[in-house]
């Protein structure tokens, strides 16, 4: 059973649609982080958010911490061929961080 | 900085060989972690260091894993013998224990 669970687990949408991904537990986190991983390459981190309720944006990626600090989500507005990959979610709290599986995403032209 | 170095990337045995991955980490981190990547299972911590030292290997699989960080300049990841459930792609990152983790491109394993 996987501390972190992210939905959906494949996603394949056309360019220019609009897209919600999700990571959830029954922890409560002190932190939670996004990695994008790119075939053949390690995962990089995309956002770092700290405190229940925060959303941050990057360009067309919003992330948004849950209020209880248990879950988070990512919209991608208008996504491109360039945002595929696997989208790793990663949950700290006190002196240990977990990954939930992922989503991969594929974007077609 | 280079950023994270791994070797080899790609690495093809039969089952009951010996396999080392190593790791050449970025300077100025404490902590150093290896993963284990797979479909089924996601990435998974086998074991991390601090300041060289090895702090929690309860993610290690079995006895077959063992792992070394003789300085902070190099790590190994040792499989002795290894099995076909042993493929997986091995990723090494430095970091943080709840913060920023610097991840290398990885060592896909395949063990026959």
């Known amino acids: 059973t996987q501390l972190l669970e992210q939905s959906p687990q494949f996603l394949s949408i056309q360019e220019g649609e609009n897209l919600t991904v999700y990571c959830n537990s029954s922890?409560?986190?002190?932190?939670l982080q996004w990695y994008r991983q790119e075939p053949g390459e390690g995962p990089v981190l995309l956002v770092t958010?700290?405190?229940?309720?925060e959303v941050k944006k990057l360009k067309r990626l919003t992330f948004q911490f849950g209020d209880a600090r248990k879950d988070s989500s990512l919209h991608i507005t208008a996504a491109q061929p360039g945002d595929t990959g696997l989208y790793l979610c990663?949950?700290?709290?006190?002196?240990?961080?977990?990954f939930g599986a992922g989503t991969r995403l594929t974007v077609k032209p | 900085d280079a950023g994270v170095i791994q070797s080899p990337r790609h690495e093809v045995t039969e089952m009951g060989q010996e396999v080392t991955l190593r790791c050449k980490p970025i300077?100025?981190?404490?902590?150093l972690f290896w993963y284990r990547q797979t479909m089924m299972r996601g990435l998974e911590l086998l074991i991390y260091?601090?300041?060289?030292?090895?702090?929690?290997d309860s993610g290690m699989p079995e006895d077959r894993f063992s792992a070394k960080m003789p300085n902070a300049s190099f790590s190994t990841l040792k499989i002795q013998p290894s099995e076909p459930r042993d493929s997986a792609v091995y990723f090494c990152?430095?970091?943080?224990?709840?913060?920023?983790?610097?991840f290398g491109p990885g060592t896909r394993l395949t063990v026959l």
């Open positions: 958010v700290v405190t229940g309720g």
């Open positions: 990152a430095v970091g943080g224990l709840a913060d920023t983790q610097y």
């Open positions: 990663a949950g700290a709290k006190e002196n240990d961080m977990r």
């Open positions: 300077s100025g981190h404490d902590y």
């Open positions: 260091f601090n300041n060289n030292v090895p702090i929690d």
């Open positions: 922890s409560v986190f002190s932190s």
